[in-house]
């Protein structure tokens, strides 16, 4: 089954950066769809960013123009760059596909604050 292992979250100021970096053991990992999830206290799980087997990519309005999602392929990699972070970017970050998630990895905590 799919496995997912995300990193690269830490506390950091508001307008501050973070690098998250996600490892899939996936079959064919290429031809899915990939996202960035994240769940703050008291909220449902968001989606985030979406990167498509062809590298199209989609994000949700509110890190529009922020956030940036990549992949790469041979590595079997995901990565989410999030610039300019505010408060309300705190959450549990998670990755997995797209379409039909499988397990929820352990995630990587992201905390803004000042």
């Known amino acids: 089954q799919a496995l997912f292992v995300e990193s690269g979250g830490g506390p950091v100021q508001p307008g501050g950066s973070l690098r998250l970096s996600c490892a899939a053991s996936i079959e064919t990992f290429s031809r899915n769809a990939m996202s960035w999830y994240r769940q703050a206290p008291g909220k449902q799980r968001e989606l985030v960013a979406t990167?498509?087997?062809?590298?199209?990519?989609d994000y949700s309005d509110s890190v529009k123009g922020r956030f940036t999602i990549s992949r790469d392929n041979a590595a079997n990699m995901v990565y989410l760059e999030m610039n300019n972070l505010h408060i309300e970017d705190t959450a549990a970050y998670y990755c997995?596909?797209?379409?039909?998630?499988?397990?929820w990895g352990l995630g990587t905590q992201v905390t803004v604050s000042s």
């Open positions: 990167v498509g087997s062809g590298g199209g990519t």
């Open positions: 997995n596909l797209r379409i039909g998630p499988s397990s």
